[in-house]
Nanobody, 123 residues
Framework: QVQLVESGGGLVQAGGSLRLSCAAA????????MGWFRQAPGKAREFVAS????????SYADSIKGRFTISRDNAKNTVYLQMNSLKPEDTAVYVC????????????????WGQGTQVTVSS
């Protein structure tokens, strides 16, 4: 079993920045990719970013490309999402996920999920 715990969410003004963290605990896979997703009220879960085990390969949703950066520290079993130039439309619950395999855009490909952290961007 793997537990994922997110932190770093909060309320920020438009144009501001936040850094989200997701720590993995419990049984961890020798090779796993990580992803960040978000879900706004009344909307479907949306892919944000993903990163490979080594960190050498990343992908981003078009809506956040150039503003968000995903990274990881394998020694700490932690993945990060640096969010800059935040917009009100970025408001959502941000959830991290772990996949025992190559990174993916699809939520259904991920094996474990965190509880999420709320990000609210005021205009």
């Amino acid at each position: 079993q793997v537990q994922l715990v997110e932190s770093g969410g909060g309320l920020v003004q438009a144009g501001g920045s936040l850094r989200l963290s997701c720590a993995a605990a419990g049984r961890t896979f020798s090779r796993y990719s990580m992803g960040w997703f978000r879900q706004a009220p009344g909307k479907a879960r949306e892919f944000v970013a993903s990163i490979s085990w080594s960190g050498s390969s990343t992908s981003y949703a078009d809506s956040i490309k150039g503003r968000f950066t995903i990274s990881r520290d394998n020694a700490k079993n932690t993945v990060y999402l640096q969010m800059n130039s935040l917009k009100p439309e970025d408001t959502a619950v941000y959830v991290c996920a772990l996949r025992a395999g190559e990174r993916s855009y699809s939520p259904s490909a991920y094996d474990y999920w965190g509880q999420g952290t709320q990000v609210t961007v005021s205009s």
